[in-house]
């Protein structure tokens, strides 16, 4: 049986079956293991995770005095948060024309993000003008279709994570203002807030940064100073960074609870955009390939940040729910009739019901033709039942099916 638990109250014995959050907020790469080892524990202790799920089947359970939550309680709750972000979306346009589009704009914004933080590296100071007309193409693109351009930026290689991610924290913060309904200049600083958020990691090296495996208590304590070297970069930027910019740059770490860091504020004390920037942030981290760990389906990935309680403000984050959907482009689905699907549109009428292309029978377990499915078409009687996880079925490159 599976249980969620205090980290306070894990023992030697018992085996993890996953930390609770995103595994950027601890040094373990690996998920599923015994705990035998007093190091271990002591490095789980000393982290930023405050739960874990253990497996009472392979290992040791809690005394029968510990409260605990099981998962069935556990995906119960989430999915009611999920829920509750199901109000009005913005009217897209057509999809496929905007990826033409976005994916020109991805590529001219990796060129562009890499000189910036390579002139970082450099000793040079950012020129903010230059970054302002990329956000301002991000703007624009998201504008014309809002799924275009944040589903696209997730599909990037480990090698340029670091580039990229910063592109695509930039596109959905873009987003996640617009559906927050924030005036136009502040929707542009989000973006270039977003934009900006880990420019600290310039000083930090490759080596750490693109390590392929588990990263040392050093190393890892290393990457937590990222906020603080990346405030001090935005202390010489031509022109000056703006105030909200610093704040997410500084403290897009922090949690909801006060378990971040690096200042351990909590509710309130955070700034509305770095609270943003922590949904942005963490979302586009665990649906990334890493060289250390394959990225989560996007649906999948909301669910489970759904369940970690305490990491984000609730408002902010059913509002990324809406601006992404609670099955974003890209996810994989079973629908009622058996058959599996690929979420490649949103839909205006309900985020439970965007439009699938099918290309599977989970029946016969063979490709069957490949249809889709718009799930508020008022005579469609389908319904999704479940997300599912691609390497489950043995699937590669169903991102191909969203973009054709």
Request: with cysteine; net charge negative; charged share 25%.
């Amino acid at each position: 049986m599976l249980k969620k638990v205090s980290v306070a109250d894990i023992t030697l014995g018992m085996y993890i079956h996953e930390l609770c959050g995103s595994w950027m907020e601890h040094p373990f790469w690996k998920s599923g293991f015994a705990l035998e080892d007093q190091a271990d524990l002591y490095s789980l202790k000393s982290s930023a995770v405050t739960e874990v799920w253990i497996d009472t089947a392979k290992g040791l359970d809690l005394p029968e005095s510990v409260i605990s939550e099981e998962f069935a309680q556990a995906a119960q709750r989430a999915d009611a948060l999920l829920q509750g972000a199901m109000l009005e979306s913005i009217t897209p346009v057509a999809m496929l024309d905007e990826i033409k589009r976005a994916l020109d704009l991805c590529e001219r914004s990796r060129a562009a993000v890499i000189s910036m933080f390579t002139d970082v590296r450099m000793g040079k100071a950012i020129d903010i003008h230059r970054a302002d007309g990329l956000v301002d193409e991000m703007t624009q693109s998201i504008l014309r279709h809002p799924s275009a351009l944040i589903s696209l930026v997730r599909l990037k290689n480990a090698d340029e994570y670091t580039y990229m991610h910063s592109v695509a924290v930039c596109a959905l913060m873009i987003a996640l203002a617009r559906q927050l309904n924030l005036p136009e200049k502040r929707v542009s600083e989000a973006g270039l807030a977003g934009l900006l958020h880990d420019i600290g990691k310039m000083s930090i090296s490759d080596e750490i940064l693109n390590k392929p495996g588990r990263l040392t208590d050093e190393e890892f304590a290393k990457v937590r100073l990222h906020p603080v070297y990346g405030a001090k970069i935005l202390l010489t930027s031509q022109p000056a960074a703006s105030a909200l910019v610093y704040d997410v740059c500084l403290h897009h770490h922090e949690k909801y609870d006060g378990n971040g860091y690096p200042k351990k504020l909590a509710g309130e004390q955070i700034s509305l955009f770095a609270r943003m920037a922590a949904v942005c942030d963490v979302y586009d981290a665990i649906t990334s390939d890493r060289p250390y760990k394959k990225g989560w389906g996007p649906a999948e990935s909301l669910q489970r940040m759904a369940q970690w309680d305490g990491h984000f403000d609730p408002k902010v984050f059913q509002a990324f729910v809406r601006a992404v959907g609670i099955y974003p482009v890209g996810s994989l689905v079973r629908l009622s009739s058996g058959r599996l699907g690929v979420v490649i549109d949103q839909n205006e009428e309900s985020l439970l019901k965007p439009k699938v292309k099918v290309f599977f029978s989970t029946k016969s377990k063979v490709p069957i033709e490949q249809v889709v499915i718009n799930l508020a078409h008022a005579q469609c009687q389908e319904t999704i039942i479940a997300r599912e996880q691609a390497d489950d079925w043995g699937f590669r490159n169903l991102d191909d099916l969203w973009r054709e």
